[in-house]
């Protein structure tokens, strides 16, 4: 595997939670430079032997946003 995606969505009680598409991991933070952190120590947790750990984390950062008619 040479990339992993992560789904960046805001938290309903502030901040951002990402989950891995296709693996098990997820994280949350308060702002999106934490976020990046915690994605990175939570891949590293997650595939401990480096030869089987994605080179490249995309986020996909996903933002709903509601407007008056």
Do not use: W
Not at 2 to 7: G, R
Not at 30 to 37: F, S
Request: proline share 3%; glycine share 4%.
């Amino acid at each position: 595997m040479t990339e992993i995606v992560f789904l960046v969505e805001n938290d309903l009680d502030g901040g951002y939670t990402a989950r891995a598409l296709g693996e098990s991991i997820f994280t949350q933070a308060d702002d999106i430079e934490t976020l990046k952190a915690m994605v990175r120590d939570a891949v590293r947790c997650h595939f401990p032997n480096e030869q089987n750990r994605p080179k490249v984390i995309r986020l996909h950062i996903v933002r709903d946003e509601v407007i008056a008619s």
